[in-house]
């Protein structure tokens, strides 16, 4: 369906708008030093192993926590320079928690079994997205005015981890306070992407997505409240997933959930290998992991499939890459060949107001009526507002602590409409109805991750609302998992989003098994 006259000027004025922002960067910005495309191939066989499979070999004696977490030090040490992903390292405790894992093993009297089942990741090398709380290390979200702040303790789900046998090595940077999809700040400088230095890594889950990606990291956990572990993970070529709301605790963040985030937010495990989702998922989840069927078979063939090629022509947001649309037409016909199964290919008019459902359902007040915190009061970071005009001025000068890119926010949130548009309301319980009729329990939906690929640095700036494509299943609240389906013709990843129906995560987690064998899941980016 075409666009009307007047969605096309809506569009026009909006990319008159971030296109303003965008040139205004381009004119002001320092231009940044050409370096190598790519990260180096991987050469130790340790760096290739699922966290699962590494955590039995370690148990079994085959090798030691010590060698695996040197490994992976070694690799940081090696593609760090060139991504910037993790911002603060912990290598020296890591290899002591690895040398005292060792020990435990050795005086283990239970048992292989025992250790398994008390400690699944005993020994396994861990990385966490610098917003989460871990104990004694930065937690600023890329904020200026936090940049000293240490976690005094660890968020719920980093425990949680930790307590299963992992050994976190560092944290990830992220973009200015995780509203972005590009992690960079002025904190601690741009994250760039393994397969092509010059392009993003995503956000705001991007430094995770980045050391993943490059073999720096085999687990690590993310945030999601618009995209922010699905297109770090698209991006970077790994698998991630946004599990149903209110499963995994979201406390130990910052910033903090207000208003009615915590409905759409979601933490949840990126990982390299698809066999490592499923087992993080359960220890994250903790009490609530028995919610999610996480131990049931699931038969394929029995699944009802369906595929949404676009959201129907949004004035906002890019056209789907042609490279996108043909990878999930390969993924439809292989699940049609292989399964026996017919996957249908469907459309819900109402995703065309993905953005403006996303953006008006976040700014909703709480049950209690409290309003979400302005970003301009985050911003702040307990100082007076920020004023956007006279921060613009400043970023001019080179004298702002904040990046144009949470400028260009602030100005967007001041706009902001303060009554919700009854249409959008709509727009939005229809598309909830209908998509969870659709669904049910035995349904799995195909969605583009994003319309292009992974952009060239601050190219976003231009295309701030191509975010919809994921943004619109956090406030549906719906589990995805994002896969990868191998690299296009520029050596960039490709992928697709799996949803299923609300607690039915087990779903997609299965269907990320059987794509990651029909595809080939992560590719080396130093091998391509």
């Not at 930790?162 to 972005?180: H, Y």
């Not at 605790?249 to 910033?255: F, I, K, M, R």
């Not at 490279?323 to 399964?339: C, N, S, Y």
Request: hydrophobic share 40%; with cysteine; glycine share 10%.
């Amino acid at each position: 369906m075409g666009l009307t006259v007047g969605e096309r000027i809506q569009r026009g004025l909006l990319r008159a708008v971030s296109g303003f922002f965008f040139a205004l960067f381009r004119l002001f910005s320092r231009p940044e030093p050409v370096r190598p495309t790519k990260v180096p191939p991987i050469r130790n066989p340790l760096l290739t192993v699922p966290a699962v499979q590494l955590a039995d070999k370690i148990r079994r004696r085959e090798v030691t926590s010590v060698e695996v977490v040197q490994a992976y030090i070694d690799r940081i040490q090696e593609v760090n320079p060139l991504l910037n992903a993790v911002i603060k390292d912990r290598f020296s405790a890591a290899l002591s928690e690895a040398g005292n894992v060792d020990r435990l093993i050795d005086e283990e009297m239970g048992g292989e079994e025992a250790l398994a089942d008390r400690l699944p990741l005993l020994g396994v090398p861990l990385s966490v997205k610098e917003s989460f709380f871990l104990q004694g290390m930065p937690c600023s979200a890329g904020l200026v005015s936090r940049a000293g702040v240490l976690a005094s303790g660890d968020a719920p789900a980093v425990a949680l981890l930790k307590r299963a046998g992992a050994i976190p090595i560092g944290v990830t940077n992220t973009p200015e306070l995780c509203m972005w999809v590009e992690s960079s700040n002025y904190l601690y400088g741009i994250t760039k992407n393994p397969y092509d230095t010059q392009r993003m890594c995503g956000g705001s889950s991007g430094g995770e997505g980045s050391i993943l990606g490059s073999g720096g990291s085999v687990i690590g956990i993310g945030s999601d409240i618009a995209g922010s572990i699905r297109m770090p993970s698209f991006f970077n070529g790994i698998f991630g997933h946004k599990g149903t709301t209110g499963i995994v605790s979201n406390d130990g963040q910052y910033p903090p959930s207000s208003g009615r985030h915590e409905e759409f937010l979601s933490t949840g495990p990126m990982c390299r290998y698809a066999e490592d989702l499923l087992p993080m998922l359960r220890i994250m989840a903790g009490a609530n992991a028995d919610k999610l069927s996480l131990s049931s078979d699931v038969d394929l063939k029995k699944l009802r499939f369906f595929t949404v090629v676009d959201d129907g022509g949004s004035p906002l947001t890019s056209p789907v890459d042609k490279q996108l649309v043909e990878a999930q037409r390969k993924v439809a016909q292989r699940l049609e060949a292989d399964l026996g199964v017919k996957v249908k290919e469907i459309s819900f008019p109402q995703l065309k107001y993905s953005y403006q459902i996303w953006d008006t359902f976040l700014a909703l007040p709480d049950k209690d009526g409290k309003l979400p915190q302005p970003f301009v009061m985050l911003m702040a970071d307990g100082g007076p507002a920020v004023w956007p005009v006279w921060e613009l001025i400043k970023w001019l000068f080179g004298k702002s602590d904040h990046t144009i890119a949470a400028i260009s926010l602030a100005f967007l949130e001041s706009i902001h409409s303060a009554t919700p548009p009854q249409f959008i309301l709509q727009q939005k319980e229809t598309l909830q109805r209908s998509i969870e009729e659709v669904l049910g329990t035995d349904g799995v939906l195909l969605y583009p991750p994003h319309p292009v690929l992974a952009q060239k640095h601050h190219h976003p700036l231009f295309t701030p609302f191509n975010a919809a494509y994921t943004g619109i299943f956090n406030i549906l609240g719906l589990p995805v998992t994002q896969c990868p389906l191998g690299l296009s013709v520029e050596g960039l990843p490709l992928g697709v989003q799996v949803v299923a129906g609300k607690l039915q995560d087990h779903l997609t987690l299965a269907v990320a098994l059987y794509l990651q064998k029909a595809f080939g899941g992560w590719r080396d980016p130093g091998a391509t």
